[in-house]
């Protein structure tokens, strides 16, 4: 498995605020390694190692969780994931209009980390 760590977070978060605004600035670096390193740890749960597609899930809604930027939190998520999936060669079939409705779901806080897990497992080709 091919993981980011927090350069590439930040990375992915300055692109996001240059392209689309916002602010830049992180509230807290401690929280932004935490989402990043326990996402991408290798945990065992229940005797069983999670999957490269649950931990992706876990990254992603880390950011949602625990917003360690100043803005733009749901737009790495989203990029994060995307981002994950493409580096490890698992394909993913979403659209634009796929983004926007799982974006408003984060954005209402409509969803928790198993709703994003079926998700981003729905959308694998």
Not at 65 to 85: D, E, T, Y
Not at 110 to 119: A, P, V
Request: glycine letters at 4%; proline letters at 2%.
């Amino acid at each position: 498995m091919i993981i980011i760590n927090k350069f590439h977070i930040l990375k992915i978060h300055k692109t996001i605020i240059n392209n689309i605004g916002g602010n830049y600035g992180i509230k807290d670096m401690s929280i932004l390694e935490a989402c990043v390193n326990s996402s991408m740890s290798n945990i065992i749960i229940n005797k069983k190692e999670v999957s490269i597609i649950e931990k992706i899930a876990r990254l992603g809604y880390s950011f949602i969780k625990h917003k360690p930027f100043i803005s733009g939190n749901i737009s790495v998520s989203i990029l994060s994931i995307i981002l994950m999936l493409d580096i490890n060669n698992i394909p993913i079939n979403i659209t634009e209009k796929d983004i926007i409705c799982i974006s408003l779901k984060i954005h209402q806080t409509k969803i928790s980390y198993q709703d994003l897990l079926n998700w981003i497992s729905n959308k694998l080709n």
